[in-house]
């Protein structure tokens, strides 16, 4: 049961380039949600899901975009990367959106 | 708007010390509070939920109390090993909000 994947691991992107972060849960879950992690801060939530098809924004959704085409997986798309998008991304899942979240590895993205 | 606090930022303890960490919250009126542990570079492992009706939760070494009507939360390490050693977040549930905030984090080093 591999629960939450994320990739890539880690990304160095140049300002203005735009990529995919992949998120795919393996746990039949509804909700699904994005959050980045700043350097000794805690997790700010970017976008959610509550079930395919269904999305909506979070605190911090600026410059993003999601998707979800599928129960299983939840893309985070950046588009025109900016310096304050270097962060740790976190994709998590649960099968209530009040019950147990489960997180990704994360993907560490640096923008220079 | 939920404010999670955690104090304080970081803790150090000899091995085999019980210690206490703490987690503050704003807005009272929460569905569950969890806290949760993260390794360095890794994501975040659940370690324990408490429902808003009860007072606490225990697992092995470690016990979780909620006051729901101070806004606060405590998790109790007992015996510290350094395999403790980590950053420990707390993250509370709003049903109003139909998120999780989560607190900064408090980074445990126990050493041997």
């Known amino acids: 049961n591999a629960g939450v994947t994320q990739t890539p691991k880690f990304r160095i992107l140049k300002i203005g380039q735009s990529m995919t972060l992949q998120c795919t849960q393996d746990?039949?879950?509804?909700?699904m949600y994005w959050y980045r992690q700043d350097p000794g801060m805690g997790l700010k939530l970017i976008y959610y899901s509550v079930g395919a098809g269904i999305t909506d924004k979070g605190e911090v959704p600026n410059g993003y975009n999601v998707s979800r085409s599928t129960t299983e997986d939840f893309p985070l798309r950046l588009e025109l990367a900016a310096p304050s998008q270097t962060s740790v991304y976190f994709c998590a899942s649960s099968r209530q959106d009040q019950e147990t979240q489960y997180f990704g590895p994360g993907t560490r993205l640096l923008v220079l | 708007k939920q404010e999670v606090t955690q104090i304080p930022a970081a803790l150090s303890v000899p091995e085999g010390e019980n210690l206490v960490l703490n987690c503050s919250f704003t807005?009272?009126?929460?569905?569950?509070l969890q806290w949760f542990r993260q390794d360095p570079g890794k994501g975040l492992t659940s370690l324990l939920l408490i429902q808003s009706s009860q007072r606490e939760q225990t697992s092995g070494r470690l016990n979780a109390s909620l006051d729901k009507s101070s806004g606060r939360s405590t998790l109790y390490i007992a015996a510290s090993q350094p395999g403790d050693s980590a950053t420990y977040l707390c993250a509370v549930y709003n049903t109003n909000a139909g998120k999780s905030t989560f607190g900064d984090g408090t980074t445990l080093t126990v050493k041997p």
């Open positions: 746990m039949n879950h509804n909700y």
């Open positions: 807005d009272s009126a929460i569905y569950n």
